[in-house]
């Protein structure tokens, strides 16, 4: 069975044509795989969906290593609410859908060519990572200074909290992207958006302000209808330059894929941060490709919780809590995960192709501690003492930082 991608799954079911009613599903497309295993716990003879949880199989039997009662770690976009407009659409993942996600919240967004995320601002900083596609961007810094410019698949940008803004899907076929905001509790509703203030503004005060009749303003859009809303392809970015006005000394947007990786035997990562990416001063975020079979090393961040969103794949991440608590979770393309601040992890590639994903955190800086290369720093008698491990196991150990282990 092909899979459906939540690109042409959004396409299906916006035509009114999705055929996965009941009846519909041939027995041979049903996942030969049998979660539940008799041996341990027993059997499930009751209501269930097989379906899920042959997407979940370690947590339908989780490994005998699991022990507690960790929170959810893992929330997918294809469970939360779309909300559509003339121009696209767009959904969200806060600290609502996903409870532990205090620090960061996620939204992922589709502009048509020409769609228009209307100019708006909020509170919180926004960092995003381009998915699909081409957009415009355009900003406007505190100093009065203007930028615009246009973003590929794998471009990042950066838009401090304040900051008005605006996104536009460019040809030929618009652009998906995933937003990243600085706090879990952000709600897309709760953005400034342009219209929703004109709406709310006297006329004889947008007269006086704006130097033009109060008759002006008597038909202005609803806020409604604006948001995500169609318009037209603009042309050349040099014809977005603003004439007369400066433009700003800042830089919003980041090539993130022209970056030189760290390349290792099973995979690939690019880290940006401010060290890279100087306006990013609250999101810092690394791109990570596994090839099938390898693993992202046994780690801690010592700076902040990790938000991940996977990109293309399946994997399953182990985390441990301490005080003898440790779970795992399955994922594949399109879902969220979770690390609270300093708990152990690692991830593996349980695919047949690559595994992409982000790991952000809400800091300046990215940071992680392995476990192999803290072990190896440790005098050997200390590290023989406490795992009761024999000199063949020292030897193994890698002094030098190896985020990734075929």
């Keep these: 069975m092909k899979p459906i991608s939540r690109r042409n799954f959004m396409a299906f079911a916006a035509g009114g044509t999705v055929a996965l009613a009941a009846g519909t599903v041939h027995a041979h497309e049903t996942p030969v ?56 659409w767009t959904r969200q993942v806060t600290q609502r859908e996903l409870g532990i996600s205090t620090t960061i919240a996620g939204v992922d967004m589709r502009l048509n060519t020409g769609g228009i995320r209307e100019l708006h601002w909020h509170k919180e900083g926004e960092w995003a990572y381009m998915l699909y596609g081409r957009a415009r961007i355009t900003a406007l810094d505190s100093d009065g200074g203007w930028f615009v410019d246009d973003l590929a698949e794998g471009d990042l940008w950066y838009f ?11 040809g030929p076929d618009g652009c998906e992207f995933l937003l990243a905001f600085d706090d879990g509790n952000f709600d897309e509703d709760s953005t400034f958006l342009l219209s929703d203030w004109f709406k709310h503004i006297p006329p004889d005060v947008l007269a006086q302000n704006f130097g033009v009749p109060a008759s002006t303003f ?6 409604s209808d604006e948001y995500i809303f ?9 014809d977005d330059a603003i004439a007369g006005a400066k433009r700003s000394t800042l830089q919003f ?11 290792l035997k099973g995979g690939t990562v690019r880290i940006t941060d401010s060290s890279t990416f100087k306006i990013s001063k609250t999101i810092a975020a690394a791109l990570v490709e596994l090839e099938p079979g390898a693993m992202r090393e046994l780690h801690w961040h010592p700076n902040n919780d990790e938000w991940q969103y996977y990109l293309e794949g399946e994997g399953r991440m182990g985390v441990f809590a301490s005080s003898g608590q440790a779970r795992t979770f399955n994922f594949r ?22 595994l992409r994903f982000l790991e952000l955190f809400k ?44």
Excluded: C
């Design 363 to 406: 800091s300046d800086y990215y940071a992680d501690i392995s476990l192999n290369q803290w072990l190896a720093s440790t005098p050997p008698a200390l590290v023989k003492q406490h795992l009761q491990l024999d000199d063949e196991f020292i030897k193994a150990l890698n002094k030098t930082k190896t985020p990734i282990i075929d």
């Design 218 to 223: 008597s038909k202005l859009p609803s806020p």
């Design 230 to 238: 169609a318009g037209t392809a603009p042309g050349a970015l040099k």
């Design 253 to 263: 947007s980041h090539r993130m894929m022209a970056q030189k990786p760290i390349t």
């Design 160 to 170: 401090p909290s304040g900051m008005p803004h605006s996104i536009q899907g460019l």
């Design 33 to 88: 795989a049998q979660p539940w295993n008799g041996k341990m716990g027993g059997t499930d003879p009751g209501p269930h969906d097989p379906l899920r949880e042959a997407e979940n199989p370690d947590i339908v039997n989780p490994p005998a290593t699991d022990s507690g009662t960790l929170p959810n770690l893992r929330f997918s976009f294809s469970d939360a609410h779309v909300r559509k407009g003339s121009g696209g």
């Design 333 to 354: 393309a399109g879902d969220v995960g979770y690390v609270p601040f300093a708990m152990g992890h690692y991830i593996q590639n349980t695919g047949d192709k690559p």
